[in-house]
Nanobody, 124 residues
Framework: QVQLVESGGGSVQAGGSLRLSCAAS????????MAWFRQAPGKEREPVAD??????YYADSVKGRFTVSRDNAKNTLFLQMNAMKAEDTAMYYCARGKYYECIRPPAMSDFAYWGQGTQVTVSS
């Protein structure tokens, strides 16, 4: 049974950092495209970053500030968020793609499994 469990969310001041984790079970993270999405109140869920093999993708809004990575031994996906802004405030979700290769830009329809989300709040 595939499960994704996010952790690491919280409240931080603008300019600060957080590191999100997504622990996967029931499959091997390196075998599939993995991604982070976020959804702010009243807005649609949007892609933040994805990774497969050594290839990564970032939304323009987070490029240069966020880093997506994967620890295959721990079967865990990470999102390091630096220089955070108030507009980064959202619920963050990790997702497992339907395929090994990521289709870009990421679309929700390309992902088969989702975590429950972790809240990130950035105060200015």
């Amino acid at each position: 049974q595939v499960q994704l469990v996010e952790s690491g969310g919280g409240s931080v001041q603008a300019g600060g950092s957080l590191r999100l984790s997504c622990a996967a079970s029931g499959y091997t993270v390196s075998y599939y495209c993995m991604a982070w999405f976020r959804q702010a109140p009243g807005k649609e869920r949007e892609p933040v970053a994805d990774i497969y093999a050594s290839s990564t993708y970032y939304a323009d809004s987070v490029k240069g500030r966020f880093t997506v990575s994967r620890d295959n031994a721990k079967n865990t996906l990470f999102l390091q968020m630096n220089a955070m802004k108030a507009e980064d405030t959202a619920m963050y979700y990790c997702a497992r793609g339907k395929y090994y290769e990521c289709i870009r830009p990421p679309a929700m329809s390309d992902f088969a499994y989702w975590g429950q989300g972790t809240q990130v709040t950035v105060s200015s």
